[in-house]
Nanobody, 124 residues
Framework: QVQLVESGGGLVQAGGSLRLSCAAS????????MGWFRQPPGKEREFVAV????????SYADSVKGRFTISRDNAKNTVYLQMNSLKPEDTAVYYC?????????????????WGQGTQVTVSS
């Protein structure tokens, strides 16, 4: 079992940057593909980015491509989401999630473990 704890959210002006972190418990972190999702107010949870278990594959939603970067440090059991050029439409609760099966998964329902979420608010 994997427990995930996100941090790094906050209030930022449009054009600013934030770096989210997701710390995982357990010794099997390096076997999990890790995703970031977000849930804007009143909307469904949506895919943001994913990184494979060994970090050699990443994929992004079109809405964040070129602005966000996902990375991981398996020695620290942590996955990161660097968010640059933030826009008001990036406002959401951001969640990290883990699945052991594939990095080619963007569907929230196919992820096994979730963090509690961290709020990101981008003001205009």
């Amino acid at each position: 079992q994997v427990q995930l704890v996100e941090s790094g959210g906050g209030l930022v002006q449009a054009g600013g940057s934030l770096r989210l972190s997701c710390a995982a418990s357990g010794r099997t972190f390096s076997s999990y593909n890790m995703g970031w999702f977000r849930q804007p107010p009143g909307k469904e949870r949506e895919f943001v980015a994913v990184i494979s278990s060994n970090g050699d594959y990443t994929s992004y939603a079109d809405s964040v491509k070129g602005r966000f970067t996902i990375s991981r440090d398996n020695a620290k059991n942590t996955v990161y989401l660097q968010m640059n050029s933030l826009k008001p439409e990036d406002t959401a609760v951001y969640y990290c999630a883990a699945n052991p099966r594939s990095a080619y998964i963007a569907t929230p329902g196919r992820y096994d473990y979730w963090g509690q979420g961290t709020q990101v608010t981008v003001s205009s």
